[in-house]
């Protein structure tokens, strides 16, 4: 059977690729499906994950969704939310909602987002980081005997200290009830608490709380470098040709929204479908504008 396949050549093929990967995860295996495979794939999880959705947040006791967690968020046992049970044929009645982690033997009975103090991890009380800790349910430190469980006392830019959090699950429904944001409905996976651009800033600092924001003309504009999204650098290999390559496009627009197009690791989630969405309108507009306003030549070949 055919499998799908990457043309290096295609944006298209790529924008195509990454739709896979936040379609599916990694349900298939770390194998791509057939066309075929991802049809039946899509038509059995879509609607089951477009009704059962569960939203994560870390939550101040001011009622703040201090973080919103994405698929990339990690958890304390130090894997990722999408490596974790994230979607549900029927949700569970009892509360809270468990989202166990599905790597093999790791002891992660349920998500839990630990802060950063900046891009620093923080520590317990016990002077450990929480990776230092078992990941099972009593957080327990494995490098000292002191410790009984992890705590911190760092405070969150709510003002309220960390350990005042709690990692919560929840229905649409149940957000609705607490007039928190939802977001559109989404076809991808483990997208967590993300409802749209704006929920990949901290919570104090999110102004709007539909939380559908647009990203700003000078975060569109920057330019692509070498600490970008994963697969820009996984396909990049080992020379730093893409930069280059990107250099030597026509040098208008063009190459400025194909560079902006595959940007950034924090910001990989529904941010990136989002940015996507306002550069392909942006463009629509120009192609509308005028005959050669947009004339992108391929920057992959
Ligand atoms: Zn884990
Ligand atoms: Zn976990
Ligand atoms: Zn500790
Ligand atoms: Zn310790
Ligand atoms: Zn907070």
Known sequence: MERLTLQPG??????????YRRIVGEDDGG??????????????????????????????PTGMDCKLVGPETPCFCTHRYKQHKTDFEVIPKERPI?????????????????????????RCRCKHFAEQHSAAPDFSCNSCSKCSGFHSGFTCGCGQPAYTHETVVETKEERLAQGKPVGKDVPFAAMGGLTGFSSLAEGYMR???????????????SPVTNTDHP???????????????????????SSAMQA???????????????????????????????????QSKNPWQ
């Open 260 to 294: 902006s197009s595959l940007k950034r690791p924090e910001e990989d989630d529904m941010a990136y479908f989002e940015r996507q969405y306002q550069e392909r309108l942006k463009k629509e507009k120009a192609a509308k504008r005028g005959k050669n306003a947009v």
């Open 10 to 19: 295609a944006a298209a093929a790529i924008d195509e690729y990454l739709e």
């Open 231 to 253: 697969f820009l650098r996984a396909l990049q290999g080992p020379s730093s040709s893409m930069q280059t390559n990107f250099q030597i496009t026509d040098g208008g627009a």
């Open 98 to 122: 468990y989202v166990p982690c599905r790597v093999s033997r790791c002891p992660c009975r349920s998500y839990h987002f630990v802060p950063l103090n900046g891009t620093q991890p923080i």
């Open 31 to 60: 194998k791509l499906f057939t066309p075929e495979e991802y049809e039946e794939y899509k038509n059995k999880v879509l609607p089951i994950r477009l009704q059962n959705r569960l939203y994560v947040s870390w939550r101040s």
């Open 207 to 221: 102004l709007d709380d539909s939380g559908i924001g647009s990203p700003s003309a000078q975060l569109l504009e």
